[in-house]
């Protein structure tokens, strides 16, 4: 399905932890065997492939998978990239340790990137961090997380209304 929506130039690395997966390959798709939770793994991952456009996670849908490939893996999408997270439903599902506004679930996680998107707007209270200036935007979705890969060049500024700026 991957390959006939983005076309004949895409490259499509599949992740999984079951070895059988490898059987999928085909031309333009390569299947990696490893666990989403593992830094060790997405270091090796890294190291192979220099950059990634797009990243979907539809993988194993607990919280340390989702929060660790997150980690892991948003410095390494190239500026202008998409990070998908699918299936975060998990984060309200109690055999996932899941729960309406649970700690250590992807989406209590995710809220606080929020909070790093406006870092420049707490005039103080919370020091902006690579997520500050690498975040674009993020989109919540029933059971989708989307955060854009877009580099603050600057810090932004808030106008107030009727101040004038000399320039």
Known sequence: MWKNYLGKD?????????PRCKQFEEEQITIEIGSQ????????????????????????????????TFQQMFPHIREGGVYFCEDCHTSYWQEYNGGVRRPGTYIEFTKKLIDELNAFQTRGSLAPSYNTM????????????????????FEPFALKIGEVINS
């Not at 895409?10 to 079951?18: F, L, M, N, R, V």
Request: hydrophobic share 40%.
């Open 134 to 153: 690498q975040m674009g935007g993020i989109h919540f979705y029933d059971s989708i997380v989307v955060i854009e890969k877009q580099l603050v060049p």
């Open 37 to 68: 939770d593992d830094p060790n793994f997405w270091q090796a991952f890294r190291e192979k492939y220099p950059r990634v456009d797009v990243l979907l996670d539809d993988g194993g849908h607990t919280m340390n998978q989702q929060i660790v």
């Open 10 to 18: 895409a490259k499509i690395i599949g992740i999984d932890i079951d």
